[in-house]
C-alpha cells in the first residue's frame, strides 16, 4: 500500500482506491478553478489526467491559482501543474497539453479515451464544444460556471445545467447546449449574486479572491471522485 493513500483507502476502502487509479481524467483549464481540481484529483489518487490550458502563468493570477507562484511567472499552466503533479503523486501520469481548446484544437482530443471531462474554462464556444464532444464520445463530463465576482465559497452547488440560477454564465450556457441538443450536464454554479466591481480604464474587470474559484474546484474534484467510486 503506498504510504500517502493510507488514509484515503480507510476511508474510500481497497476497491473505491483501485477505481481511482484506473481512471484517466481530461481536464481543460489550469486556472483558479481547474488548478484546485487538478491537484484535488491527483492527491486523491486519479491514475492519470491529462492538462489542458495554453495560458502562462502572470502576476495577476497570484491571488487565487495554486500554480501561481513568482517563480513560475510567465511559465504554461498546464506543464506548471503536471511538475506539482508529478512531485505529488510520482505514480500518476500527469501531461501536460500547452494549447487553447478550440475548433482547432479540438482534434488533438480522444474523447473516449477517458473516463471523465472536467471543464473549468471560461470561453463559452469552447465549453459547448468540449461538452458536446464528451456526450459524442459517451464520457460522463461536468462543467464549472462562473466563478468571478463572488464573495462566498460556500454558495457553490451541484446540479443538471438546466436546474442552475443565479449564474449569468450558467444562462448563457443553458441556452447554447440546448441548441446543442446537450442536456443533462452536471454542473458545479454558485447561487450567489454577482457582485459591482471597478472599472480599469474604461474596461470592467472581473473581480475573484483566494477562496471562491478554490472552493468551486474542490467541489468539482469531489464530484468526480464520488462518481467514478459509484461506477460498477
Do not use: W
Not at 510567465?74 to 506539482?84: F, I, L, P, S
Not at 505529488?88 to 473516449?112: G, K, M, Q, W
Request: charged residues 20%; aromatic residues 6%.
Amino acid at each position: 500500500m503506498e504510504q500517502a493513500f493510507i488514509r484515503e483507502i480507510a476511508l474510500i476502502g481497497e476497491e473505491n482506491f483501485q477505481k481511482l487509479q484506473a481512471a484517466r481524467v481530461l481536464l481543460f483549464g489550469v486556472g483558479g478553478v481547474g488548478s484546485f481540481a487538478a491537484e484535488a484529483l491527483v492527491r486523491a489518487g486519479i491514475g492519470g489526467i491529462v492538462l489542458v490550458d495554453g495560458d502562462a502563468v502572470a502576476g495577476s493570477n497570484l491571488n487565487r491559482q495554486l500554480i501561481a507562484l513568482h517563480s513560475t511567472l510567465g511559465q504554461n499552466k498546464a506543464e506548471v501543474m503536471a511538475r506539482r503533479a508529478a512531485d505529488i503523486a510520482p505514480s500518476c501520469r500527469a501531461e501536460a497539453v500547452p494549447v487553447y481548446f478550440n475548433e482547432e484544437t479540438a482534434h488533438l482530443f480522444d474523447f473516449a479515451s477517458f473516463s471523465y471531462v472536467a471543464d473549468c474554462i471560461d470561453d463559452v464556444a469552447a465549453k459547448v464544444r468540449l461538452l458536446s464532444s464528451a456526450r459524442a464520445a459517451g464520457v460522463p463530463a461536468i462543467s464549472c460556471m462562473g466563478a468571478g465576482n463572488k464573495l462566498d465559497g460556500g454558495a457553490f452547488r451541484v446540479a443538471a445545467i438546466e436546474n442552475t440560477r443565479q449564474c449569468p454564465l450558467a444562462r448563457i450556457m443553458r441556452r447554447e447546449l440546448k441548441k446543442a441538443g446537450v442536456a443533462g450536464v452536471k454542473a458545479v454554479y454558485s447561487e450567489e449574486d454577482p457582485r459591482p466591481v471597478s472599472r480599469t480604464e474604461g474596461e470592467r474587470t472581473i473581480g475573484s479572491i483566494s477562496f471562491v474559484p478554490s472552493a468551486a474546484g474542490l467541489l468539482l474534484a469531489g464530484e468526480i471522485v464520488k462518481d467514478l467510486i459509484a461506477r460498477g
